[in-house]
């Protein structure tokens, strides 16, 4: 029953072990220059999985990474949406976008789980020694979710997957904690891009909480340009796995609205996509 146990979990539940490492303000992060494969968990499908990173911890092709270049950096932060849960990283939205804008080099800097205030940080600890040409940054309903806690050790997960299943269940407990305010951590980062001259793109895939009733037209009038995900026509049968996270048709789909976004801003006056939009039909 054991070994029964730990196959259904090795089918269902991603092991990320070797590509996570603690950190005391995070709770955690992606090592560098790593890579892990694992099943698909978002489709019915035996689909094997790349999970890679570069050398800023930053998502790349199993392939491996693109050397970092003198082009305009775009910098992309969000959680599992902007990370390409499910997929490889060629079908995550930053590397689609990277393919309609190949004067820019875009990074992919999205972790699983993180809420509105990881990244923030993680996105301060980048901005530090970079300045990029623009900060893209996606927000959704579980951004005022607590963080997941990591042990402090290294050695963050038990070491059967049955184990690391117990423990991935008894963090679901973070959502007994008191709500952050994503509202703020945005107005931070807003704050922060001001001081490096980034512009800021906000990509709202759904709103959390603090910012159900957020006027996007003051944060417009700030300089922030905002993308709300209401606004693009998704194709739930082809744009969606089950559950809710876009497809790689869906992030296709979502690059293109980002770049006539950013055109509407007045951020990307020059830019050609070179390639037709993808059509709305099933």
């Known amino acids: 029953?054991?070994?029964?146990?730990?196959?259904?979990?090795?089918?269902f539940v991603p092991d990320l072990r070797s590509i996570v490492q603690s950190d005391p303000q995070l709770s955690y992060r992606l090592k560098p220059n790593?890579?892990?494969?694992?099943?698909?968990y978002l489709r019915f499908e035996k689909r094997i999985i790349h999970y890679c990173t570069g050398e800023l911890g930053q998502?790349?092709?199993?392939?491996g990474a693109a050397p970092l270049d003198q082009r305009p950096t775009i910098a992309c932060f969000g959680d599992s949406n902007t990370w390409g849960d499910g997929l490889e990283d060629e079908e995550a939205y930053p590397a689609q976008l990277g393919a309609l804008l190949p004067d820019n080099q875009v990074l992919n800097f999205g972790v699983s789980g993180y809420n509105a205030y990881q990244e923030l940080w993680s996105?301060?600890?980048y901005l530090a020694s970079a300045t990029p040409a623009l900060v893209i940054q996606q927000l959704c309903q579980n951004d005022d979710d607590p963080a997941f806690q990591m042990p402090a050790a290294d050695r963050l997960l038990p070491p059967t997957l049955l184990g690391r299943l117990c423990w991935t269940m008894y963090n679901i407990r973070k959502q007994k904690k008191p709500p952050l305010d994503a509202a703020h951590a945005i107005a931070e980062l807003a704050a922060t891009c001001r001081q490096k001259h980034a512009p800021l793109v906000l990509y709202v895939m759904s709103?959390?909480?603090?910012l159900r009733d957020v006027d996007w037209g003051v944060w417009r009038r700030q300089g922030v340009c905002v993308l709300d995900g209401a606004q693009i026509r998704f194709v739930s049968s082809?744009?969606?796995?089950?559950?809710?996270?876009?497809?790689?048709?869906?992030n296709a789909r979502l690059a293109y609205a980002l770049v006539h976004t950013m055109k509407t801003c007045g951020l990307l006056t020059d830019a050609a996509t070179g390639a037709a939009a993808p059509s709305a039909g099933r």
């Open 1 to 11: 029953m054991f070994l029964v146990g730990e196959g259904l979990v090795l089918v």
């Open 34 to 40: 790593t890579c892990c494969r694992i099943y698909s």
């Open 59 to 63: 998502r790349v092709s199993a392939e």
């Open 123 to 125: 996105a301060r600890r």
């Open 207 to 210: 709103r959390p909480p603090s």
């Open 238 to 250: 082809r744009d969606y796995h089950p559950d809710q996270h876009l497809s790689a048709d869906g």
